[in-house]
């Protein structure tokens, strides 16, 4: 009998993989688990189909987020912050608070944690973050702190 794994089997192989069972390990078990599909053509047209339409998929998404990367590059966010007497900002400038921003001035939304700087800005100033948007895409984006 010939399967079609749904999901990962340890001593039989990896998701997508058409493999040769005996009937009663691939109906007693993997296909009534939920591990595997018969292997019929109908399902594995079905299967080779989803795997071009998630390629297809990945592909857009890696060109939308490389055109985030590019608009991200050129732009720069003022973020504006009381200070005190010494010239030092009262707190530091959050990652929550850099997304806000980029949110309100420029309408491009990101995920608080695809900022991925260390070190929390606490001083007034130009600032270059470090964005790290997904699939290996990473932009730059320029923060000018300014005092009230």
């Known amino acids: 009998m010939k399967v079609l794994l749904i999901k990962d089997v340890k001593s039989l192989g990896k998701a997508g993989e058409v493999k040769e069972v005996k009937p009663g390990y691939g ?15 109908e399902i594995i047209a079905e299967h080779e189909a989803e795997i071009k339409r998630k390629e297809e998929e990945e592909k857009a998404e890696i060109a939308r987020l490389k ?10 966010v003022i973020i504006t912050k009381k200070v005190g ?12 608070e ?25 001083t007034i100033g130009e600032h270059d973050l ?6 290996g895409i990473h932009a730059k984006l320029h923060v000018d702190v300014q005092g009230e």
């Open 27 to 41: 109906q007693n078990f993997l296909i009534k688990k939920g591990f595997a599909k018969p292997a019929t053509p």
């Open 85 to 96: 007497n010494n010239g030092h900002l009262f707190g530091a400038i959050t990652k929550e």
């Open 67 to 76: 055109q985030i990367a590019q608009k991200l590059d050129k732009l720069e």
């Open 98 to 122: 850099v997304a806000n921003a980029l949110k309100e001035q420029h309408g491009i939304e990101i995920d608080k944690k695809a900022i991925t700087d260390k070190t929390a800005i606490k």
């Open 130 to 135: 470090d964005l790290k948007l997904g699939h």
